[in-house]
């Protein structure tokens, strides 16, 4: 048996119920960013400019004019006259601060240098700790040659030979060269 239950209407004391819907909600935020901009301490600060472009026509901005136009000042931060006509050039205009967009690309940017600096400090590293191994290495070899043990090759059939005095020699001049270019003064 399939009930279906009957539809809810309201209570006729109460009053009737008005949806929340996008256009009411759409009033209310724009009701709360009006009376937050109104509030901004920062709103009545900004100062609005008057001049004549160069075609002559009159401009108003809140933005500084061009150089050598005249300026008059219409609305001025707290502590300045607001409508005093200035006949002097207006100042030349500041940088203005970077959008977002810039902010990243600038930190992008910074990061890639970064980056870059730290895989050129790795590779100098790298490099100082192969020559410091070149270096000890060529010591090690120096020190077994000038040391007078009897030293033994292995030639081409696998038998040991002994090293002569004459190959000792060409060895330890070899080996002076080579503790001499890798433990040098580095650059």
């Known amino acids: 048996m ?4 009957p539809a809810r209407r309201p209570h006729p004391a109460l009053p009737a119920a008005r949806p929340f819907g996008k256009p009411r909600l759409a ?5 709360a960013a009006i009376a937050t901009m109104a509030g901004h301490p920062d709103a009545a600060a900004a100062p609005a400019f008057k001049w004549r472009d ?7 901005s809140d933005l500084p004019p061009p150089p050598g136009a005249r300026v008059t000042l219409l609305a001025a931060p ?20 970077a959008s977002w967009v810039e902010r990243e690309k600038a930190s992008r940017q910074k990061a890639a240098e970064r980056g870059e600096a730290e895989r050129e400090q790795a590779e100098l590293a790298r490099q100082a700790a192969e020559r410091e191994r070149l270096c000890e290495e060529a010591r090690a070899g120096l020190r077994t040659l000038e040391s007078g043990v009897r030293l033994t090759t292995i030639d081409e059939r696998g038998e040991r030979v002994v090293v002569d005095d004459a190959e000792r020699a060409r060895r330890t001049e070899a080996m002076q060269r080579a503790v001499a270019d890798h433990c040098g003064k580095t650059s």
């Not at 399939?2 to 239950?5: C, F, G, K, T």
């Not at 009033?27 to 009701?31: G, I, K, R, W, Y």
């Not at 707290?78 to 601060?97: F, I, K, L, M, N």
């Open 2 to 5: 399939n009930r279906r239950m």
């Open 27 to 31: 009033a209310t935020l724009l009701c």
């Open 54 to 60: 160069a075609s002559g026509r009159i401009v108003y």
């Open 78 to 97: 707290a502590g300045s006259a607001a409508g005093v006509s200035s006949t002097t050039p207006a100042a030349p205009q500041e940088p203005r601060p």
